[in-house]
């Protein structure tokens, strides 16, 4: 899988989930594949609800912003439009979770994802849903382009890794 931030994706910004500047956010930094991403979350006492677990905000963002990694690593820009979580068992603080958001189907305007969280230690799925993302209208996007800078040259490295990562599987599977 490639990492996000070795392939030039700048996360110098406010962004609750992935964002370096927010010294309350959670510093998601994704591995991606062809249509799926992950990261790893160690769950801050700062994030919990109920003594000594995650808040489900917490949980239900840390999907959101997975599923949404997976289209946006694409260069698709994208909104959740749609986002359903079902929680299964808490998440403790201070235990490490793996977070990925994959996606389903690719219906034009609308992307169908799913997610889920799971305890690295056991593997034991601790949340998981399913998100509908709206392709963002172009005006809306070519601001954000401009904002967030050289996004391009960014997703033009992660597709170039992405395609180099599936050419190798197809090759190991001939």
Known sequence: MAR???LGVDFDHWCFA????????????????????TARYI???????YDGALHGGVL???????????????GLWGVTAKLAVTF?????????LAVTGTVVRDRGRAIETTGAIT?????????????LFLRMPDDQRRELERRYSRTDEAFARV??????????REHVRT
Do not use: Y
């Not at 239900?60 to 694409?74: K, R, T, V, Y």
């Open 119 to 131: 305890r690295v230690a056991d593997g034991a799925i601790l949340a998981d849903a399913t998100a």
């Open 60 to 74: 239900a963002a840390l999907l959101d912003e997975a599923m949404g990694w997976a289209i946006f690593h694409q």
């Open 4 to 6: 996000l931030s070795e």
């Open 159 to 168: 597709r170039a890794a992405v395609d180099a990562e599936a050419r190798e």
């Open 88 to 96: 299964r068992q808490p998440a403790v603080v201070g235990e490490e």
């Open 18 to 37: 992935c964002g370096r500047l927010n010294p309350a956010g959670l510093h998601l930094d994704f591995e991606v594949a062809e249509n799926s991403a």
């Open 43 to 49: 769950a801050l006492q700062r994030h919990q609800g």
